[in-house]
């Protein structure tokens, strides 16, 4: 009985050991098993993503309406432009990325140096301009009322543009007076040890509703999409009523619990989306760094081969193949 | 390592002379892509709300724009093309059955809950 361990390889054979199967070498396959695995990760979190829009598909956020914003552009209404920049940046450094694979083909030491520090730079970029994103949605733009139903009531006016009557939002603080604080922050040292609450928004309901009752021009928009897709604008007396019957809390900016743009749905999956993709940028860079080094202390040139930067950038273009569907999916439809 | 590049793209309407042109020409191509996008997602031209197969035709345009990136990315900066038959299609067709199926179930699920909230049975604010 020769059954051994070394008799059951067949020499010259696929799969019988010591030769590489679809002539993918051993890490280079694993690395797309992992890049299909987090693929159905990412798509399970889209298509969820999709399920809950479906659900509430007559009140679901205008992305447009929400990412309006661009560093040192302040008070200007710029839907798209600097999510687009962050895909460019993310596609370049997909590019200097392969530029570094191709380089390591030549066994270029100097040019995979150069185009793996290029491709870092490029990941830092894109991971500040997300946590900008983030600081910016947390943030909030005009402040909402909450209804009992966990519905929410945005405020605005019509304006004259150019002949036309259009509705321009209208934040808390243009029309609500603030008078002295019904109560203070409950914090574990002042209070129950034992019992916690976030910041109070910084004006209650009732302060909302005089200043909606003493601005006579203010009108109150609901989710409800209109036929023409636009978010259904209430009379002045509908407007006082909603506020007055329906609205518990004031909401400023967004969190896991309330949302100031619309469905708190569309806050928890734009945190959990767009972060896992983050950490996967994060950890991207990290991992390029590391390779960086070693590319840097000539591991790869003694090894002559520079396979390992090939599977670092399978893994860095995943994460912009990834980027390409959040940017779909979140921004554009 | 066997690294010879398949240098065209467009089924050999564009060939490049060198691995490296080759990536800048599909950057040029990714970048109109996207381009377009943001021209289309900003102006959101009337002619393209008109609702086709249960989506606005906007929608597809765009989703239909990011597969052909996605398709682009894989096999230029990942070099699927160069692979081999076997490794492409055991990557590819498992995720497109597995994601596609996963988007039917969903979506359909998300469309009938909404059925349910919209046909008055649900009430939201009391």
């Known amino acids: 009985m020769s059954s051994t361990v070394a008799n059951t390889g067949v020499d010259n054979q696929s799969w019988g050991g010591g030769n590489a199967p679809l002539k993918a070498s051993y890490g280079k396959m694993m690395m797309w098993f992992f890049i299909v695995s987090d693929a159905l990760t990412f798509s399970g979190f889209l298509a969820a993503y999709g399920f809950s829009r479906f659900k509430f598909i007559d009140s679901w956020p205008i992305a447009d309406e929400v990412f309006t914003h661009v560093p040192f552009l302040h008070g200007q209404e710029l839907p798209m432009i600097y999510v687009a920049f962050m895909t460019f940046i993310l596609i370049m450094s997909s590019v200097t990325m392969v530029l570094a694979v191709d380089a390591g083909h030549k066994l270029d030491k100097a040019k995979v140096t150069w185009y793996m520090f290029l491709t870092i730079i490029g990941g830092l970029i894109f991971v500040g301009s997300q946590a900008w994103e983030w600081a910016t949605f947390i943030k909030g733009d005009y402040g909402a009322v909450q209804t009992k139903g966990g519905n929410i009531l945005q405020f605005g006016e019509y304006v004259d543009v150019d002949g036309e009557q259009k509705f321009k939002r209208v934040a808390l603080g243009d029309f609500v007076v603030s008078e002295t604080k019904v109560r203070s922050q409950h914090e574990s040292k002042n209070g129950l040890w034992y019992v916690d609450e976030g910041s109070l928004p910084s004006y209650t309901v009732d302060q909302v509703y005089k200043g909606l009752a003493a601005n006579e021009n203010v009108l109150v928009r609901t989710q409800q999409l209109n036929d023409e897709r636009e978010k259904t604008v209430l009379s002045r007396t509908a407007s006082l009523e909603a506020i007055k019957n329906n609205g518990v809390l004031v909401v400023e900016g967004a969190n896991l619990q309330v949302n100031e743009y619309g469905s708190s749905l569309f806050a928890d999956f734009f945190f959990f989306i767009t972060g896992f993709h983050g950490f996967h940028v994060f950890s991207g860079v990290v991992l390029n760094i590391i390779i960086f080094f070693n590319v840097i202390l000539g591991t790869y040139e003694r090894r002559k081969s520079y396979e390992m930067v090939e599977k670092v950038g399978l893994y860095w273009h995943f994460v912009d193949l990834v980027w390409v569907f959040v940017f779909t999916f979140f921004y554009l439809v | ?126």
């Open chain 2, 1 to 126: 390592m066997g690294h010879a590049h398949k240098l065209e793209i467009f089924r050999g309407l564009i060939k490049f002379k060198s691995n490296t042109q080759k990536i800048w020409g599909v950057l040029i191509l990714l970048s109109i892509i996207t381009a377009i996008e943001v021209v289309l997602g900003i102006y959101k031209p009337e002619s393209l709300m008109n609702s086709f197969l249960g989506m606005k035709l906007l929608n597809w345009i765009f989703i239909i724009l990011t597969i052909v990136k996605a398709y682009y990315i894989t096999w230029d900066f990942m070099h699927m093309r160069d692979e081999t038959k076997g490794l492409r299609r055991a990557v590819v067709w498992t995720a497109i059955f597995l994601i596609c199926y996963l988007i039917f179930i969903l979506l359909q699920e998300g469309n009938y809950v909404e059925s349910v909230y919209s046909s008055g049975y649900i009430k939201r604010d009391f």
